[in-house]
Structures are given as C-alpha cells and as structure tokens.
C-alpha cells in the first residue's frame, strides 16, 4: 500500500499560526494509529485566514481542510481526512476554492503547490524553461523580452526593468552585478517572503537570467534580518542550485557561469532604497547616494548593476517560458501583467491574491477580503506601504494601476494593502508616520531628518488646539517641503499618508471641516 | 574588559571574514550571533584589521537597529509597531508586554530573561498583530499568548 500524502505548509505566517504543531500533531497521531502517511511540507497558499491548511492527495485533486489547529488533528483521522473524506473543516477540492480560483497567478504559479526546495518538484513544474531558453539567446534578445512584457519594478518605483536592463547591458565593463532587492520592510507586503520561502528557485532562476542579459557574474540577495526562516529556505535552495550545475561555472555546460549569495541586512528601513542598499552591501553606513550616477551604470563598488525587486526577477522565469506577449496581455493601459496583492490589517479574508492589473481595491477589500476583521465599517486604507496615501471610501472604486493611483496622489508600491476600521484615529496615524520617518532616516538630507521630528511636533499643536489655522498650513508647507527637497523617497513621501490623512479625516485631527 | 575567550571568538571572526567584500556586514552579524552583542572594545581590532577608522566601525554598528552594543537578556521579544499591526490592536499588546514585564523598549529584565525590542514590519501582516520571540514568529497575538510566551521563557 502506498502512504498517504499529507501537505502542512512551511510559510512562516502558517508557522505564526501554529502550522509546526499541526506538523508534529500528525505525525504523531498517524504513528500511534499505525496509518502511514508522508508529509511534505509545501509553501502556503496564501488563504492566512484558513491556515494552517492541510491539504490531502486523493484522486479527486488535492483536497483542503482548514484552519486546523492542532486539537483538530485526531477527529480528522477519526473521519479519516487521509482519504479525503468529509470533516467540519473541509474545503473541497483546493484548486475549486473561490478566493483562488478567480486569480491569474503567474509569479506565484507554484506557490503552496511545491515542495519549496525540492529541485524535481520545481523542473516539474515548469521551473528552470525559462533558463533553458535564455541559454539559447542572445543577451539583447533577453532583454528585449522582458521590455516588450512590460514589466515594471515591483519593489514600488515601477520603473521599466527591460529599460533598467538595457542601460546595464550597454555600459562597458568587466565585472558587473546583479542585486535582488529583499529588504521588504513595507508593512502590508509579505510577498517577496512568500517567494523566496514557498519558491525559492523561482529567484534564483531570475537572477541567473538576469546575469545572463546583461552580462553579470555575480549575484546578491541583500535579506531583511527580520526574515530568517527565508534565508535558511533560501540558502537551502542556492545550495541545491549549485550541486545540480545550475549556479556556479559553466551552468548547464553553457560557457556562462553565474554565483549567487545571500547577505543579510541589519534592520534599517532605509536600505530597501537601492543606493542606501548598495553601501550596506560595500559595508557601510546605509546613507542614500546622490543620483546620477544611476546603479545601472555605477553600483555595487562602482561597476554597473542591476538592483531589482524580488516579484520583478520572479517573474522573469515565466516571461522567458511563455514569451512577452503572454504577459503583456494581462493588465491593462501602461500597467502590464500582473500583481502579487498583499490583503493585510484589518481584513477578514487576508492573504495573496495575484490579480491582472485593473483589479478596483472595492472588490479586493470585500470580494476577496469579506470586509474587516472586526465586522466595522473599513474607514481608510494604505495602499503601497508606509510611504503610500490613506485613501477613503470614496476612493475604493480607483482600479489598481500605476497612472490612475498616481492620478489621486496614491502610489501602487509594493502591492501591500493595509485596512482600518472606523476605530482607528486617523491623526495618530499621521503622526507615526512622521515618527517612523525620524527613526529610518539615514540622516543626509535635512528635510527628512529634521522635518520628520518637527511634523510630530506640528501635529502636536494642531491636535492641541494650539494656533489650529496656522499650524496647518505650515504642515502642508512642510510636507511641500519633503516632497520636493529629500534625497529619496523616505523624507520625499512621508508627506503623502500625512497630507492625505490630513485632506480625509481633518475631524480627526480637531479641525472643523471648512478649517482645512 | 573583555573575556579572553570573547577576544579570541572576535579573532577568528576577523581572520576568517576580512578579505571578503563588503566584509563589515558579515563580520559583525557573526560577531552578535556568536557572542550575543557588538563589543565596543571589538572596535580597533576591527579597524586595523578592515583598514578603517575607529569612528567608521562605531559609525557603521550604530546606523543599523539590529545591532547591540550591550549584552541582551536570554531571549528578545519583539513587537511589531508597523501600519498593519496598528489596525489590529498592537498598542494595547505593546502597553500589556511593558507592563507585565516592568521594562519599557530597549530595556532587559532584571532577571535577564527577556529583551523588549520594537520592530517594523515582521512580514507576517496577514496574521497581525505580530510579535517575534527570538527567531519564532507568532502571529494574531493577545494577551493569553503573550503569557504563554513568557512563561515559555522562563522554563
């Protein structure tokens, strides 16, 4: 007889929700009762409200039960869920579920779906075509794929990576870097961890790709330090990569070779901007550099290099398989493919949902989301991190692109969505920010290390009823200031969830309407 | 003054790192890792040895959060005060954490057991609020599982 095959996630958020002792609960339970099972322990699907979810191999397809939790586990074998059969926690069939069902997941195609580090499970499905594929072109053929997708910087800046590609391929020089941006420190965004733990070669294959269009050697994985459950996943995966001639020389008995390393942060926010990464990389203090000069022609220690987000390179394996055209047909206007969407805060339903571009935030915060956690109405959302605008409801129908968010002020970022319910203080919001500014500036400008602190202390006054009229105009003068004097986004953005709090909910700032 | 031991510790972290590029990242993560914190006195050592100024290396220990420069408790208890966790109630999990253990941020216990240290964004924001115990993750916290937290701890 053939053992049974039991799935129980890796991620760590399913690990923050117990999915170790779900893990160890079967096993355990499965031993006493003399039923043999193997349990692989995949990625997570993403659906954080039914985890941890255990899925079962039947005939059928895979079949779900969920939220499990570890007093859970012998009733199920008591209904003998390792048959697939009913159970109060089943789901159906997993690919049937609704909520995943109706996404278009191209980046995260394998995720929760694999054994994140098994290199058979990836080649089974479909990992490393894009390579293999990439092997056979010539460098500019590489990069003029990934232009003609349309793919945009998923880190947040939404620059075109063909473009950033092609001024990397045409600068002349011996050495050349590759650096994948993984300082995800936006809150609201989970996505890059979720490829590098539940599809790590995924990564990989787009690094090694990207060395190949434009002529690097060497690539750097710059880790966030708050994500070590990634980088033992990670360096897992790299070794594997290595043993079976994937990196290291000549890959794949081509005459290209490639060598790949993670290094970790040390938990400065400031160092997901790429200059400020790339003196953290050469070991130094992560002050921002002055641009021009562009990284893509000198970075990492002065030589040309192309710094790229996590969900960017992830999807360059696909695009290379199926072709650009196969990309750009999903999305829509200037904003092609698709995008890895992070439902977090106060959400009901949060998690992944990797939607085409045009997706409205209505139908992602209530289709997909079911409303707020806390059964409240949803007074405000961030979009894109701690530097993105509050929108309010009467925003919620802006689909999701890069030019109509940047048209009401907002920006698209990194994907992450973050709710508030009617509870929250609109203002106190303002402040951290301001506050988180004055801690994660690296310093060098003085519109974003001073005016962080002296925004506090503005929103002080107006909240103390102090001068209201005044103070409020010299906080719109202050966020003018930022916006057009810092050096990066930190000090050059802070202003937008202040500025947008601010214009929404100025109640809750102590000021009367018409005040503002 | 320094241990002999962590002297020789902070040695071969040196000797062994040195020459790589970007090496004071590296160096200094295996340095906390092994031995808990950043030694001030590890600095000139450090220097010399990296062809750097005493300042350079204070200057780089002291720019990154993650870094100690003194001994922490057994244990370190991060507490997520990032957007996401704000929408699910953090600051009342923040002000029960201070007030149970009778410390305030950056602070360690009088028993030594556990360091309370905020963090921005642990990445498990689907399941917020979040708190980080050493390398263990926990998600959709409240009070009960802070307590069972700590007196995990304690054991």
């Not at chain 1, 009901?348 to 949902?353: H, R």
């Not at chain 2, 071969?12 to 040195?18: G, T």
Request: proline content about 5%; overall charge negative; hydrophobic content about 35%.
């Amino acid at each position: 007889m053939t053992n049974f095959k039991i799935y129980v996630p890796r991620d760590s958020s399913a690990i923050s929700l117990g999915a170790e002792k779900v893990f160890k609960a079967i096993k355990n339970e499965a031993s006493n009762r003399g039923i043999k099972i193997e349990i692989i322990r995949n990625g997570s699907r993403g659906l954080f409200w039914l985890e941890t979810m255990v899925e079962v191999e039947t005939p059928q397809g895979r079949v779900a039960y969920g939220p499990v939790n570890p007093t859970d586990v012998s009733s199920m074998f008591d209904k003998e869920f390792y048959l697939g059969k009913k159970h109060p926690l089943s789901l159906g069939v997993t690919s049937e579920i609704k909520w995943l069902k109706n996404q278009e997941r191209l980046t995260y195609a394998r995720v929760g779906i694999t054994d994140p580090v098994s290199l058979k499970d990836y080649e089974t499905h479909d990992g490393f075509k894009g390579l293999r594929k990439a092997l056979n072109l010539k460098p500019q053929k590489i990069v003029d794929e990934v232009t003609d997708s349309g793919l945009r910087g998923r880190g947040g800046a939404a620059f075109p990576t063909g473009i950033k590609w092609q001024t990397v391929l045409n600068a002349p020089s011996e050495k050349k870097y590759i650096v994948c941006n993984a300082d995800e420190g936006d809150s609201g965004t989970f996505s890059d961890r979720m490829i590098m733990e539940n599809d790590p070669f995924v990564l990989i294959e787009g690094m090694i790709i990207a060395g190949l269009a434009v002529g690097a050697d060497q690539g750097y994985i710059y880790l966030r330090s708050e994500y070590p459950n990634a980088q033992a996943i990670l360096n897992e995966a790299i070794n594997i990569a290595q043993q079976n001639g994937f990196l290291g020389k000549n890959i794949l008995n081509s005459k290209f070779s490639f060598n790949l390393e993670v290094t970790r942060a040390a938990g400065a926010y400031i160092c997901g901007e790429e200059t400020s990464l790339l003196e953290s990389l050469e070991g130094k203090r992560g002050l921002v550099r002055y641009k021009p000069p562009l990284p893509a022609i000198e970075g990492l220690y002065g030589k040309p290099t192309a710094v790229n987000n996590v969900i960017s390179l992830a999807t360059i394996p696909i695009i290379l398989d199926k072709g650009s055209k196969f990309y750009a047909d999903f999305g829509m206007g200037r904003s092609k493919g698709t995008l890895p969407i992070q439902l977090a805060g106060n959400i009901k339903q949060t998690g992944l949902v990797e939607k085409a571009f045009g997706i409205t935030l209505r139908e992602l915060l209530y289709d997909f989301g079911g409303g707020s956690a806390t059964g409240k109405k949803i007074k405000a959302v961030q979009v894109g991190g701690p530097l993105g605008a509050f929108l309010p409801e009467e925003q919620f129908d802006t689909p999701l692109d890069y030019e109509k968010f940047s048209e009401i002020n907002a920006v698209v970022g990194h994907g992450g969505i973050v709710a508030f319910d009617e509870t929250i203080d609109m203002s106190k919001l303002a402040r951290y920010s301001f506050e988180f500014c004055a801690i994660e500036s690296c310093g060098k400008c003085t519109p974003c290390r001073i005016g962080s602190t002296r925004g506090m202390e503005v929103i002080d006054k107006i909240k103390g009823g102090i001068d209201q009229e005044k103070n409020v105009a010299v906080l719109r003068d202050l966020g003018e200031t930022m916006v057009h004097g810092s050096l990066c986004a930190m000090g050059g953005m802070t202003p937008f969830p202040v500025i947008s709090a601010l214009n929404f909910f100025p109640k809750d700032f102590g000021l009367e309407t018409n005040e503002t | 003054m320094l241990s002999d031991n962590k002297i020789e510790k902070i040695e071969q972290h040196v000797n062994l790192l040195k020459d790589k590029p970007g090496a004071l990242l590296p160096l200094m993560h295996a340095i906390q890792d092994d031995i808990g914190y950043i030694p001030e006195e590890s600095y000139e050592p450090i220097s010399k040895a990296l062809s750097l100024s005493v300042a350079e290396v204070h200057g780089f220990v002291t720019f990154y959060h993650h870094f100690r420069t003194k001994p922490s408790g057994k244990h370190i208890l991060q507490i997520c005060r990032a957007e996401s966790c704000q929408s699910m109630g953090s600051e009342n999990i923040e002000s029960y954490c201070k007030e149970k253990l009778g410390i305030d941020y950056h602070e360690t216990t009088e028993d030594q057991l556990i360091t309370l240290e905020p963090v921005y964004c642990l990445g498990n924001c689907a399941c917020s609020p979040a708190v980080m115990i050493d390398d263990e993750v926990i998600g959709r916290v409240t009070e009960d599982k802070i307590d069972d937290l700590i007196q995990e701890a304690k054991k």
